[in-house]
C-alpha cells in the first residue's frame, strides 16, 4: 500500500503564493499519475491539477496560469506551486495518486489519497 504525506499548507495573504508537496511512501508500486484537488465547505471536491509519469499535465480553468504542478519521479513526489493566491482558492488540498497493476493478465488501478492540508487565503 501506498501512503502520502503533503505539507506546505497555511496561511497566506491574497495576492501571495504557496507550494505544497506530496511524497508518496511505504510501496515498491510504480505511481502512473498524481494530482491535486481541493475541497471548501459546502462545495464537492474538484480537480486542481494532474500529472503522468510522462510529464503530461492537466488544470481546472480557475488555476491556470497561476498554478503549476511536477512531480519528481524517483522520490515519487508531486508539487503544487500556487501564485497569486485569492480567498475562492481556501479549501483542504488533497494529494492523490493512481498506480496500475497488472494481476494474471488483467489490468486494474489502485488509487491513493492523503489526508489533506489545509490552505486558507485571507488578510
Known amino acids: 500500500q501506498v501512503q502520502l504525506v503533503e505539507s506546505g499548507g497555511g496561511l497566506v495573504q491574497p495576492g501571495g503564493s504557496l507550494r505544497l508537496s506530496c511524497a508518496a511512501s511505504?510501496?515498491?508500486?510504480?505511481?502512473?499519475?498524481m494530482a491535486w484537488y481541493r475541497q471548501a465547505p459546502g462545495k464537492q471536491r474538484e480537480l486542481v491539477a494532474g500529472?503522468?509519469?510522462?510529464?503530461?499535465?492537466n488544470y481546472a480553468d480557475s488555476v491556470k496560469g497561476r498554478f503549476t504542478i511536477s512531480m519528481d519521479n524517483a522520490k515519487n513526489t508531486v508539487y503544487l506551486q500556487m501564485k497569486s493566491l485569492a480567498p475562492e482558492d481556501t479549501a483542504v488540498y488533497y494529494c492523490?495518486?493512481?498506480?496500475?497493476?497488472?494481476?494474471?493478465?488483467?489490468?486494474?488501478?489502485?488509487?491513493?489519497w492523503g489526508q489533506g492540508t489545509q490552505v486558507t487565503v485571507a488578510s
Open positions: 492523490n495518486a493512481v498506480s496500475v497493476v497488472e494481476d494474471s493478465g488483467d489490468y486494474y488501478a489502485e488509487d491513493y
Open positions: 511505504g510501496s515498491g508500486r510504480s505511481i502512473n499519475s
Open positions: 500529472i503522468t509519469d510522462g510529464g503530461s499535465t
